[in-house]
């Protein structure tokens, strides 16, 4: 079993910044590459940014892509997503999700992933 534990959401103002981490904890956290998704009120659910186990591959939304990073420490079992730039588009729950898969896949497509947070609001509002 794994859980996923997400933190650092909440309100900020256009233009600000806000970072994200996803904690991983369970029995099956190696080889997970790590997915950040968001679903905005009335909209489908969709990929921000995806790692690899490894850390070594990357995926970004075209809308996020030179505004979020995201990056990993699996010595600490966290994957962060520091985002900056807010704009009220980015405004929606997001969830981190895991995929085992091999180290240098990176999963970009939500039914790849097999377990899930239960999200985080972020809103960005003045």
């Known amino acids: 079993q794994l859980q996923l534990v997400e933190s650092g959401g909440g309100l900020v103002e256009p233009g600000g910044s806000l970072r994200l981490s996803c904690a991983l904890s369970?029995?099956?956290?190696?080889?997970?590459?790590v997915g950040w998704f968001r679903q905005a009120p009335g909209k489908e659910r969709e990929a921000v940014s995806c790692i690899s186990w490894s850390g070594t591959n990357t995926h970004y939304a075209d809308s996020v892509k030179g505004r979020f990073t995201i990056s990993r420490d699996n010595g600490k079992n966290t994957v962060d997503l520091q985002m900056n730039s807010l704009t009220p588009d980015d405004t929606a729950v997001y969830f981190c999700?895991?995929?085992?898969?091999?180290?240098?896949?990176?999963?970009?497509?939500?039914?790849?992933?097999?377990?899930w947070g239960q999200g985080i609001q972020v809103t960005v509002s003045s």
């Open positions: 369970g029995s099956t956290v190696d080889y997970r590459a």
């Open positions: 999700a895991a995929a085992f898969m091999p180290a240098d896949y990176v999963p970009t497509q939500a039914y790849e992933y097999d377990y």
